[in-house]
């Protein structure tokens, strides 16, 4: 029996597909639709076969704060990875989430410090600071290696996938997350070129989050130092 499944996870190894898609988004009018404006957006494929999951290895991976923002505002990481937020503002930041992907408040932390999260759970991290609302990045975290963000003409692309069922999952922000679970789907990899087709998502929300403690921001009077 063992032989077998090595056999078979060695065939599907053998035979792998490019696979591409792409994001129609509703805009909210048509100048921004000739422009071609893409909000930040992923999909990933989960193998629904325990023999064609790769190892998937943990790193280090920065979430960089300077000038009020983080860079990059969408990062994907393996599942068990550490990410560092190094502040390099010449003031304090407050780094939290309150969401499903991970939950955690790394407190105030002055100019030329940095903190660092395990993302030891599978999911979609949205990240903020305490101090400055304009602030905002998205940690998604797979146990897949199979994943893709959108390039600047939305289109994605994921290479060498092996030969199997997977399923496609979305994340497109400013989507609800509920319209996106509808569009999760079970995909069949087999051919050398695979097209998932459009990835469609309906007019973008773009709501005001609330502090750590679950209230509206004050304006800023002047810098936290």
């Given amino acids: 029996m063992m032989s077998c499944v090595l056999m078979t ?3 599907a190894r053998l035979y792998a597909a490019d696979v591409t898609a792409r994001l129609v988004t509703t805009q909210p009018d048509a100048a921004a639709r000739k422009q071609g404006h893409f909000p930040p957006a992923a999909i990933w494929l989960k193998p629904l076969e325990l023999y064609a999951v790769p190892a998937v290895l943990p790193g280090s991976f920065t979430l960089l704060q300077k000038n009020k923002m983080f860079t990059p505002h969408l990062l994907i990481v393996p599942i068990g990875s550490s990410v560092v937020f190094p502040n390099e503002d010449p003031f304090f930041h407050n780094v939290f989430s309150l969401f499903d ?12 410090s940095t903190r660092s999260v395990l993302f ?3 999911g979609v991290s949205y990240i903020f600071c305490n101090i400055h609302s304009e602030m905002s990045a998205v940690v998604i975290a797979l146990t897949t290696p199979f994943y893709s963000v959108a390039d600047a003409q939305g289109g994605f692309h994921i290479k060498a996938v092996p030969t199997g069922d997977y399923e496609l999952q979305i994340w497109v922000e400013g989507e609800r997350q509920n319209l996106l679970d509808r569009q999760t789907r079970r995909v069949h990899i087999a051919a050398d070129t695979v097209d998932l087709g459009d990835i469609r998502t309906g007019p973008l929300i773009r709501d005001q989050h609330l502090n750590k403690f679950g209230r509206p921001y004050e304006p800023e009077s002047k810098p936290v130092y």
């Fill in 9 to 11: 996870a060695g065939l």
């Fill in 101 to 112: 992907g991970k939950r955690f408040d790394l407190g105030l932390y002055e100019a030329g």
């Fill in 120 to 122: 030891s759970r599978e």
